[in-house]
């Protein structure tokens, strides 16, 4: 369902739903976007099969049910990261080699997702052994600088300002193909999962304020401060109020990847909900960083970003791109956005968002696709991993388990795992039974809960924006151990749920297929 909303899969079986779904929600034939580039490589004889699939009513109706030979024998190639690794990594005649095993590694949610939550706890654990903190301290806090420039930044800093940037990129890039060909080029259709995002990135901020009010008024210390439970300083309200942006962020990868290992028979709509959802997400926080976590410079500097994004949208555009000159202009749009006081990372995302979308030049796949999927690799299993290996390193003087009850823990946490679902449900019910929206076919609002509650998986931006709030660096440790521990409980109960949930429609498929056999031997004559 993901292609059917135009989210390019890896290597996809093309089900009656799949096609039922494009058609309800799109309503375009088969020759148009956004499944024109898989079913141009499709052959004459495979395109008969999936024309006979769309007649399939029944089957397409059953989420779980066993698929038959004709939809076995459909598949197409493509690029995009929403369910490619799943589906690479099972496919018969996949491509040999070490660098096709790292792209479906990188392209895997699962796989990507337990790398990066494995470097984090090995951040956190490296930063507070005795026999290691040290050691892992001097290499956070060593510098490297570049010659006649501003940036002279220690290595913890650069893995956040530097390597995070191709994260960005490729989330850029991915946002524009979105825009042009995907789930946001249709806002009508995409309406109450854009909405649901907005929503979950309301309720968040307002239970974390909530939370630390309350703390600041009944808790130890005096009314209006708060008192961090690790070192036992006190913090004002007004300073800790800075951080209610924290749990505002969706780890995209990260819920998809709970989605790929607990909810194999769910609905394809719902991912595509999920995914609508997550995308959108990504471009608030995105405002959001741009908005309230930078500091404007000098005005100049702005003019030399705005000419970056200039040489970049035309060299992108050419019919042979000169790889070299796109590389200078994006290194001096980052530096330019440093030195403006924006954060750099935010380059990436602009230089995405200039790039192409179309096809050109006779080109199979737009290049805004292409992109995204060749730097896949780099973002997943480079930039995002060494990210939150520093990103968790924090020390703590004394890592107990009153660090569970710490206020700004318990505030994130709350956020998190409550606020996130609370205000996508919220939003959903508002949308469908005060506005007079619609879902997706055969999905009720109370569906959305365990997708929703994996929403609650804060995780990369949400480390990036605890490091942006505070400027106390134990403040900002407790917020990135908030992250850590909330978007874990999160992963947690999402699972259970979706665990249910999918068991739930998989025997409801089986069920209505028994009975659909057994009124077929009724009506079968004698």
Not at 68 to 87: L, N, W
Not at 393 to 413: K, Q
Not at 470 to 492: C, H, M, N, P, T
Request: aromatic residues 8%.
């Amino acid at each position: 369902v993901e292609a059917a909303l135009g989210h390019d899969i890896g290597i996809v079986s093309l089900t009656g739903e799949l096609v039922r779904e494009q058609m309800r929600l799109k309503k375009v034939d088969l020759e148009r976007n956004p499944l024109k580039k898989i079913y141009r490589k499709a052959k004459p004889h495979d395109i008969e099969k999936w024309q006979q699939a769309i007649a399939l009513e029944p089957f397409a109706t059953q989420p779980g049910a066993e698929r038959p030979e004709i939809f076995r024998t459909i598949t197409y190639g493509s690029s995009k990261r929403v369910q490619q690794g799943d589906a690479m990594a099972t496919t018969a005649g996949a491509k040999k080699g070490l660098w096709s095993t790292i792209r479906r590694i990188a392209a895997s949610d699962r796989i990507s997702g337990l790398i990066m939550l494995g470097f984090a706890l090995t951040g956190l654990v490296l930063a507070n052994l005795p026999a290691t903190a040290h050691a892992f301290e001097t290499v956070a806090e060593t510098h490297l600088f570049i010659p006649y420039t501003n940036l002279d930044l220690p290595i913890g800093h650069w893995a956040q300002d530097g390597l995070l940037t191709i994260f960005f990129l490729t989330v850029g890039l991915e946002l524009k193909q979105e825009l042009t060909t995907g789930s946001l080029a249709n806002p009508k259709a995409a309406a109450v999962p854009m909405l649901c995002a907005v929503g979950g990135m309301i309720a968040p901020p307002i239970l974390f304020l909530a939370v630390t009010a309350l703390f600041s008024q009944i808790g130890p210390g005096e009314p209006g401060t708060l008192i961090l439970t690790t070192t036992g300083s006190s913090i004002p309200f007004s300073e800790m109020s800075h951080g209610w942006a924290v749990p505002t962020a969706t780890d995209i990868a990260f819920s998809l990847a709970v989605l790929a290992l607990f909810a194999k028979a769910l609905p394809g709509s719902i991912r595509a909900f999920l995914m609508t959802l997550a995308t959108v997400d990504d471009l608030l926080a995105i405002i959001l960083i741009a908005v309230f976590f930078s500091s404007v410079n000098a005005w100049y500097w702005f003019v030399g970003i705005a000419g970056c994004a200039v040489v970049w949208y035309f060299l992108v555009r050419m019919r042979k791109v000169p790889w070299l000159a796109v590389a200078i202009v994006g290194i001096l749009a980052w530096v330019m956005m440093f030195e403006a006081g924006v954060h750099p990372t935010l380059a990436g995302v602009l230089v995405g968002l200039l790039t192409p979308a179309h096809e050109r030049f006779g080109e199979k796949t737009p290049r805004a696709e292409r992109y995204a999927d060749k730097l896949q690799p780099f973002s997943a299993l480079l930039a995002l991993p060494i990210f939150a290996l520093f990103a968790t390193g924090v020390h703590f003087e004394s890592l107990t388990l009153a660090l569970f009850i710490s206020p700004v823990v318990v505030a994130v946490m709350v956020a998190l795992v409550v606020g996130k679902p609370l205000g996508i449900m919220i939003t959903a019910w508002l949308s469908t039974h005060v506005a007079g929206l619609k879902m997706a076919k055969g999905l009720r609002v109370r569906d959305m809960f365990p997708a929703a509650c994996a929403c609650g998986i804060g995780f990369t931006v949400s480390f990036l924006i605890s490091s942006l709030a505070y400027q106390d660096a134990e403040l900002s440790a407790e917020a990135r151990f908030g992250v850590l521990v909330g978007s874990i409980v999160a992963a947690v109960i999402s699972g259970i749920l979706l665990s249910r949930q999918s068991k739930k429609f998989e025997l409801a498929a089986a069920a209505s297929s028994k009975h659909k056999h057994h009124t077929a031997d009724e009506d079968a004559p004698g």
